[in-house]
């Protein structure tokens, strides 16, 4: 089946710099990959996703970018600011599977220091 | 549109003790999901419905784990017995379909197993 590695674990940066988790994924056939954000006691939010026939997305301060022939992709956050701060998941949809469930990463701590 | 809601958002119980956590997707999502989520990692996929029809439930542990989804709309997973290592946050999730895009997860029940 799919496997979603996720790197760094942790990851601390000055508010105004730039954040970059990266992800790679096993399965070539995957051909979604969203990104979650999570604060602390709640539920993961999507913020961010990209499908396997796009290179790379980009909303305001976030984007991502797809590297299918590396099969990795990657979340970057520009201009960081505190509210950033959260753990974020990355996640790539398994077409192996009976209907494409999705599988995650083991979670970026992001920590954006004011 | 209202989210997915779960329910208890907390619960303790003592080791062979039985639990069940209720989940009502959004309206008009075909597909359900319950994830859980131990402290630290990613959302693992425990089972998925499309409707009332289990699609996978290839890592449910099925000696002590039961999910069901009648009527096609909302969902109950039970634990029985449970272990220690069940401490975890179940996350229920539903998409319009199993392949066209992110999840919307629930809050999620935090289960502690004492």
């Known amino acids: 089946g799919e496997n979603v590695e996720q790197h760094p674990s942790t990851l601390s940066v000055q508010e105004g710099d730039s954040a970059v988790i990266k992800c790679t994924y096993s399965?070539?056939?995957?051909?979604?990959f969203p990104w979650y954000k999570q604060e602390l006691g709640k539920r993961p939010q999507l913020i961010i996703d990209?499908?396997?026939?796009?290179g790379e997305k980009k909303d305001q301060r976030i984007a991502v970018t797809l590297n299918k022939t590396a099969k990795h992709f990657s979340l970057h956050i520009t201009e960081t600011q505190p509210e950033d701060s959260a753990v974020y998941f990355c996640?790539?949809?398994?077409?192996?599977?009976?209907?494409?469930?999705?599988?995650f990463g083991k979670g970026t701590k992001l920590s954006v220091k004011p | 549109e209202a989210g997915v809601a779960q329910s208890p958002r907390y619960k303790i119980i003592e080791k062979r003790q039985s639990v069940a956590f209720w989940c009502n997707p959004i309206?008009?999502?075909?597909?359900l999901y319950w994830y859980q989520q131990i402290l630290g990692q990613g959302p693992k996929l425990l089972i998925q419905?499309?409707?009332?029809?289990?699609?996978?439930d290839s890592q449910l542990p099925k000696d002590r784990f039961s999910a069901e989804r009648l009527k096609g709309v909302d969902s109950t997973l039970k634990i029985q017995p449970a272990k220690l290592e069940d401490s975890a946050v179940y996350l229920c999730?539903?998409?319009?379909?199993?392949?066209?895009?992110?999840?919307?997860f629930g809050s999620g029940t935090r289960l502690t197993v004492v």
């Open positions: 399965d070539s056939a995957s051909n979604y």
């Open positions: 999730a539903s998409s319009l379909t199993g392949t066209g895009g992110g999840y919307t």
């Open positions: 309206s008009g999502h075909a597909t």
């Open positions: 419905f499309q409707n009332n029809g289990v699609v996978d």
């Open positions: 990209i499908r396997s026939n796009v």
């Open positions: 996640a790539a949809r398994w077409v192996g599977g009976s209907q494409g469930n999705l599988i």
